[in-house]
T-cell receptor, first 108, second 116 residues
Framework: RKEVEQDPGPFNVPEGATVAFNCTYS??????FFWYRQDCRKEPKLLMS???SGNEDGRFTAQLNRASQYISLLIRDSKLSDSATYLC?????????FGSGTKLNVKP | EAGVTQFPSHSVIEKGQTVTLRCDPI?????LYWYRRVMGKEIKFLLH????????ESGMPNNRFLAERTGGTYSTLKVQPAELEDSGVYFC??????????????FGPGTRLLVL
């Protein structure tokens, strides 16, 4: 069983739409949670950390549900520049476990 | 501030040859990680250095892979001899844990390795 599971998508949405991604993780002892963004043929870049209380950064909102072992990312008012692959990352003792990523295509 | 750099950006070699990848972490970052993404799969952890010491090498596929970080600065990852299944993108990341805050890893651009 994979450590982190994500729907690979692609999610094709129009500009201005709201889109949500979920990911689930298998190890209940996981300590830290992140969303990374990866553009085509580029390195992953940190989008935001995810906290149990939920956190927001502009149009992006991340939530963590430890009881159900899932993490979500909500993007409001999608922009063309949001098109990328979104990687769910879960850590356990400094070891990062990546999901395979969810591809988002925002269309005009 | 310079980010994580990796060299080369691409490498094409024949099966059985040796390749050495290099990673220069962000200055002052004690933690250095190697990851690999093979075609169609997720990014997977290979190993973790704290300064010059290997903290965790549980992700190394086999003994054809050797990582070093002499002096605790840059790191090299050598594959010898390379096999077809070693093809993929090799990412390096570094971090500096500060107190109790969550660790953020900063990734290099990756080395794309193709073994023919």
């Amino acid at each position: 069983r994979k450590e982190v599971e994500q729907d690979p998508g692609p999610f094709n949405v129009p500009e201005g739409a709201t889109v949500a991604f979920n990911c689930t993780y298998s190890n209940s002892a996981s300590q830290s949670f992140f969303w990374y963004r990866q553009d085509c043929r580029k390195e992953p870049k940190l989008l935001m950390s995810v906290y149990s209380s939920g956190n927001e950064d502009g149009r992006f909102t991340a939530q963590l549900n430890r009881a159900s072992q899932y993490i979500s990312l909500l993007i409001r008012d999608s922009k063309l520049s949001d098109s990328a692959t979104y990687l769910c990352v879960v850590t356990n003792f400094n070891k990062f476990y990546f999901g395979s990523g969810t591809k988002l295509n925002v269309k005009p | 501030e310079a980010g994580v750099t990796q060299f080369p950006s691409h490498s094409v070699i024949e099966k059985g040859q040796t390749v050495t990848l290099r990673c220069d972490p962000i200055s002052g970052h004690d933690n250095l990680y190697w990851y690999r993404r093979v075609m169609g799969k997720e990014i997977k952890f290979l190993l973790h250095f704290v300064k010059e010491s290997k903290q965790d090498e549980s992700g190394m596929p086999n003994n054809r892979f050797l990582a070093e970080r002499t002096g605790g600065t840059y790191s090299t990852l050598k594959v010898q001899p390379a096999e077809l299944e070693d093809s993929g993108v090799y990412f390096c990341a570094s971090s500096q844990v500060k107190g109790a805050s969550q660790e953020t890893q900063y990734f290099g651009p990756g080395t794309r390795l193709l073994v023919l």
